[in-house]
Nanobody, 126 residues
Framework: QVQLVESGGGLVQAGGSLRLSCAAS????????MGWFRQAPGKEREFVAA????????SYADSVKGRFTISRDNAKNTVFLQMNSLKPEDTAVYYC???????????????????WGQGTQVTVSS
């Protein structure tokens, strides 16, 4: 089992920045590929970013490319999502996810992940 706990969400003005963190426990972190997803009210959960266990492979949704950066610190069992130039449409609950099956691959679909955190709210005001 893997436990994931997100933090760092909050309220920010458009154009601002936030850094989300996701702390993992319960399994060797460097055997997991990690991802971030988000879900806005009334919408389906969507892919945001993913990173392989080595950190050398990453993928981003087109809507966040160039503004968000995913990274990981395997020594601290933590994955990060640096969000810059935030827009009101980035408002959502952000979820961290872990994939134990294909750690060398960046997976962009929610079905490819085995474990999920509880989510952290990000609200961007205009």
């Amino acid at each position: 089992q893997v436990q994931l706990v997100e933090s760092g969400g909050g309220l920010v003005q458009a154009g601002g920045s936030l850094r989300l963190s996701c702390a993992a426990s319960g399994r060797t972190f460097n055997s997991l590929a990690m991802g971030w997803f988000r879900q806005a009210p009334g919408k389906e959960r969507e892919f945001v970013a993913a990173i392989s266990w080595t950190g050398t492979g990453t993928s981003y949704a087109d809507s966040v490319k160039g503004r968000f950066t995913i990274s990981r610190d395997n020594a601290k069992n933590t994955v990060f999502l640096q969000m810059n130039s935030l827009k009101p449409e980035d408002t959502a609950v952000y979820y961290c996810a872990a994939d134990r099956r294909l750690p060398t691959v960046v997976v962009v679909t929610s079905g490819g992940y085995d474990y999920w955190g509880q989510g952290t709210q990000v609200t961007v005001s205009s």
